[in-house]
T-cell receptor
Framework: NAGVTQTPKFRVLKTGQSMTLLCAQD?????MYWYRQDPGMGLRLIHY???????AKGEVPDGYNVSRLKKQNFLLGLESAAPSQTSVYFC??????????FGAGSRLTVL | DQQVKQNSPSLSVQEGRISILNCDYT??????FLWYKKYPAEGPTFLIS?????DKNEDGRFTVFLNKSAKHLSLHIVPSQPGDSAVYFC????????????FGTGTSLTVIP
């Protein structure tokens, strides 16, 4: 009963470094999402995918790239990290786009 | 521009009393709404949803009310329990334009024993 698993849980980066956050779900869900949560801002959608091989931009896509090569995985990449990308990142998945199941979050600090 | 707003950052309620959490939205295309509950260091968990064809949905102690003309929804928790202490997020989507959910900023509920 893993649900949605995010790795890593914590990461500290220096400005300009790159990294990838991995999201894996074992529920055979079609839809997957990446959100970021910042104080006073709630959850904001970065990118999402409605099926394997598809991706789309959300509210705040700049500075991020995503890939959905396998149905169960959704990767979020930062090519050149900036301090403004310090945040808690949540991955979510959904069977039909109606109810989201979230992972536990990945806390990223960019120095 | 925030399309979903939760104007009360925090709320304290005595155990056994009713908790009412409010949410306003601006986009008239939104037709599906959810409430999520979040404990510290965990991801949000789904609580209850409502479609725009309804004005009320109940699930045990939780009831969500939707007022489409006012673009307002509320979550009622009766009776409130200490385990309900968490941050509550409302979210909205316009299913005809895709599956993007827009979240509010959250309300931190504290239920006092």
């Amino acid at each position: 009963n893993a649900g949605v698993t995010q790795t890593p849980k914590f990461r500290v980066l220096k400005t300009g470094q790159s990294m990838t956050l991995l999201c894996a779900q074992d529920m055979n869900h079609e839809y997957m999402y990446w959100y970021r949560q910042d104080p006073g801002m709630g959850l904001r959608l970065i990118h999402y995918s409605v099926g394997e091989g598809t991706t789309a931009k959300g509210e705040v896509p700049d500075g991020y790239n995503v890939s959905r090569l396998k149905k169960q995985n959704f990767l979020l990449g930062l090519e050149s990290a900036a301090p403004s990308q310090t945040s808690v990142y949540f991955c979510a998945s959904s069977y039909n786009g109606n109810v989201l199941t979230f992972g536990a979050g990945s806390r990223l600090t960019v120095l | 521009d925030q399309q979903v707003k939760q104007n009360s950052p925090s709320l304290s309620v005595q155990e056994g009393r009713i908790s009412i959490l409010n949410c306003d939205y601006t986009n008239s295309m939104f037709d599906y709404f959810l409430w999520y509950k979040k404990y510290p260091a965990e991801g949000p968990t789904f609580l209850i949803s409502i479609s725009s064809i309804k004005d009320k949905n109940e699930d045990g102690r939780f009831t969500v009310f939707l007022n489409k003309s006012a673009k307002h929804l509320s979550l009622h928790i009766v009776p409130s329990q200490p385990g309900d202490s968490a941050v509550y997020f409302c979210a909205a989507s316009a299913r005809v334009t895709g599956n993007q959910f827009y979240f509010g900023t959250g309300t931190s509920l504290t239920v006092i024993p």
